[in-house]
């Protein structure tokens, strides 16, 4: 039995013993007209799928699903905290059939019903590590500490000229420099470009590998069905024309003898 | 046999309609006859004769216990509804070929009809497109099939931010990077947590997209990657106010490689006022030295 056919078995004895769920029950018997019963009802039971949401995140070990999880948590929180005005509105109408004390209990319970959405852990206080490490390396461009910056004082030595030469190559240096970085620049540009088209060749490739293993068995069993087949096919068809062969010898056989009864009672 | 598919039709109704003298239907001829009947009219490009008979030949099929034929012929039902426009029915019919295609046991063709299905109607009903997009993530991750899940997240991410739903965007984005954690694809993992960081700071919801940087930096290998450093580059800058270090990183290459719709966002940043954290954060400092006094 497949699995398939195990959840729709399932599916219908459930749904055949649905009227003897008590909660179900409950749930179907909530009264209709009352609109503040209805939508804290509603509040209510997502608060607490909430709420076992932020205990399952305690036991995730899988850091990314703590993180999606967290996400969920917080948006539904927004969502609820969102819906809480209007059940207050709805709080302070009056309803045929109850009483005072009822009404205000009602606000009461709303007040408590937002403490207990406020209250739902959703992984706010935990602080980043430090990225010191990350900080200060991703530095941008490349920077010569040059203090000089031309600012030659003529005052403080003779200008040789060797001395002036070096200041000539000093500055062309300078100009050329800026168009370095700039080529660097492209450059890195252009390898992390690369780097990212890499990554994602690299993820397709893995994405690749299991479908290529599945073609690979369903191919094996084709081939190997159809090994069989053909074997099993060619012993049939010598089977078949061998006993034709048997059912020649035999009319043969019975011919032969019944010229051979025809002779011997035309001769007796 | 007539190849007239309105004859042919109406011979296949007569197959299947029980009377005194047919006490079983013969849905064998019966769903050849529709099939035919389909493909004439698929031809003729009567889009709604075609379609219904599609529908016919997909029930014929089931009652042959056949689901996988059964689930083809629906899928080529929508496919004609989406001619027609008539979008409701594009849904409804994508969902019950998913549906046989579950029958089957077969995930990968079911989540397929329904990616279709919410490309086809994501212009339209785009709330319709949204559902069926998380169904068909679903059934793939009941699957483990997570690898095939990170297109549909992105094309999920993508109505939202039409939408203008950023925070249902930056959850969207944040399930892609749990599914890519779940096969080790660390690459669109990072870009998926940078992409939810810039969805939330297009937002204006600085604090949100802080406590994204922070939850996602957990993962040790996000805070050395490069869309971490990019993410706590945009984070710093936007807690100093500073307008001009926003636009330099925006432009910057970790962002161009993100999904288009993403890159849109972040070259629109910085929106609305950046100067007022700082003053937040001194605040906070304050506080803190009179707690240690």
Redesign the interface.
């Known amino acids: 039995m497949s699995v398939i056919d195990l959840i729709t078995r399932v599916d219908s004895i459930c749904r055949k013993f649905d009227k003897y769920d008590v909660d179900k029950q409950a749930e179907l018997n909530v009264s209709g007209d009352d609109a503040f019963a209805r939508l804290y009802a509603v509040v209510e039971a997502e608060l607490d799928s909430t709420i076992e949401k932020a205990e399952s995140v305690a036991s995730a070990k899988n850091r990314a699903a703590v993180v999606a999880i967290n996400a969920e948590i917080r948006r539904t929180k927004a969502r609820l905290l969102d819906e809480i005005p209007k059940l207050q509105r709805l709080a302070m109408k009056k309803v045929r059939g109850l009483s005072r004390e009822e009404l205000e209990a009602r606000s009461d319970l709303v007040s408590a019903l937002k403490d207990r959405i406020a209250s739902v852990p959703d992984g706010t206080t935990t602080a980043a590590q430090p990225s010191s490490n990350g900080g200060a390396s991703a530095s941008t461009g490349i920077k010569f500490n040059s203090n000089y910056d031309g600012s030659f004082d003529s005052d403080y030595f003779q200008n040789t000229e060797e001395t002036d030469r070096f200041r000539q190559e000093y500055e062309m240096r300078k100009m050329k420099q800026s168009a370095q970085d700039e080529g660097l620049d492209v450059i890195a540009e252009g390898l992390d470009t690369l780097k990212d088209m890499a990554h994602d060749m690299n993820e397709e490739l893995e994405r690749q590998v299991p479908l290529v293993d599945e073609i690979d068995e369903k191919v094996d069993k084709a081939s190997s069905d159809l090994r069989n087949t053909n074997v099993r096919l060619k012993d049939t068809v010598n089977q078949l024309r061998s006993s034709r062969n048997f059912c020649i010898d035999i009319i043969l056989l019975c011919l032969v003898l019944g010229i051979a009864a025809y002779l011997y009672n035309v001769l007796k | 046999m007539s190849s007239d598919p309105d004859k042919l039709v109406a011979k296949a109704d007569k197959l299947t309609k029980l009377t005194l003298t047919r006490w079983s239907a013969d849905w064998r001829n019966a769903t050849l006859n529709y099939e035919q009947a389909a493909n004439a009219y698929r031809v003729a490009k009567k889009y709604e004769k075609a379609k219904d008979a599609f529908e016919k030949a997909s029930k014929g099929q089931e009652m042959l216990t056949s689901p996988w034929d059964a689930a083809k012929h629906m899928e080529s039902a929508a496919a004609l509804a989406k001619e027609l426009g008539n979008w409701n029915d594009v849904a409804d019919l994508y969902r019950r070929a998913s549906e046989l295609y579950?029958?089957?046991?077969r995930a990968q063709p079911a989540s397929d009809a329904l990616g279709k299905a919410a490309r086809a109607v994501e212009d339209h009903l785009p709330d319709v497109a949204v559902q069926l997009y998380t169904d068909a993530c679903s059934l793939l991750e009941e699957d483990d099939k997570d690898?095939?899940a990170f297109d549909l997240y992105r094309a999920l991410t993508a109505v939202h931010i039409k939408l203008e739903k950023y925070?249902?965007a930056?959850?969207a984005l944040?399930?892609l990077?749990?599914a890519?954690?779940?096969?080790?694809?660390s690459?669109?993992?990072f870009k998926a947590?940078l992409s939810?960081i810039i969805v939330y700071l297009y937002a204006n919801d600085v604090k949100?997209a802080e406590?994204?940087?922070?939850?996602?930096?957990?993962?040790p290998a996000f805070?050395?990657s490069?869309q971490?450093?990019c993410g706590?580059?945009l984070i710093?800058a936007y807690s100093e106010g500073n307008v001009e270090e926003i636009k330099?990183v925006a432009q910057s290459?970790?962002i161009?490689?993100l999904d288009h719709a993403i890159i849109k966002l972040g070259r629109k940043l910085p929106t609305g006022e950046v100067t007022a954290v700082k003053a937040g954060t001194e605040e906070g400092e304050g506080l803190d030295e009179d707690d240690l006094t």
């Not at chain 2, 579950?102 to 046991?105: A, D, I, K, P, R």
């Not at chain 2, 890519?180 to 694809?185: I, S, T, V």
């Not at chain 2, 406590?211 to 993962?219: A, F, R, W």
């Open positions: 579950v029958e089957c046991g690898q095939m925070t249902d930056a959850a944040l399930r990077g749990l890519a954690d779940k096969c080790n694809a690459n669109s993992q947590y939810a949100a406590k994204c940087y922070n939850d996602c930096s957990q993962i805070l050395g490069d971490g450093r706590s580059r710093s330099r290459s970790t161009t490689h």
